[in-house]
């Protein structure tokens, strides 16, 4: 099992950049794909970008090329880098931890931390 807390969410005005911390606690992080999530007021929950145990990612179209994503095993964390952001970047972001146990996805999540982009 993990535990993850969210960190580095604010105030910024369009345009500004962001760092998104997520640092997980608990065995086995590096068997876990992590990623982050957004939910916007009265949107779905959506995927924004995903890293595995080897640094293989994945972006959602919406943040490609502005947004990256990393991690540290040794300080068992992942990072969200948010560049060039906009309004409707404005969400709670959610980071998450997921595998895969007998063909049974089992995922985790953080308690999300807010982003606001206005001016």
């Known amino acids: 099992q993990v535990q993850l807390v969210e960190s580095g969410g604010g105030l910024v005005q369009p345009g500004g950049s962001l760092r998104l911390s997520c640092a997980a606690s608990?065995?086995?992080?590096?068997?876990?794909?992590m990623g982050w999530y957004r939910q916007a007021p009265g949107k779905q929950r959506e995927l924004l970008a995903t890293i595995t145990s080897g640094n293989s990612t994945y972006y959602a179209d919406s943040v490609k090329g502005r947004f990256t994503i990393s991690r540290d095993s040794a300080k068992n964390t992942v990072y969200l880098q948010m560049n060039s952001l906009k309004p409707e970047d404005t969400a709670v972001y959610y980071c998450?931890?997921?595998?895969?146990?007998?063909?049974?996805?089992?995922?985790?999540w953080g308690q999300g931390t807010r982003v606001t982009v206005s001016s």
């Open positions: 998450n931890a997921h595998t895969i146990r007998a063909s049974v996805r089992i995922d985790y």
């Open positions: 608990g065995s086995g992080f590096n068997i876990y794909v």
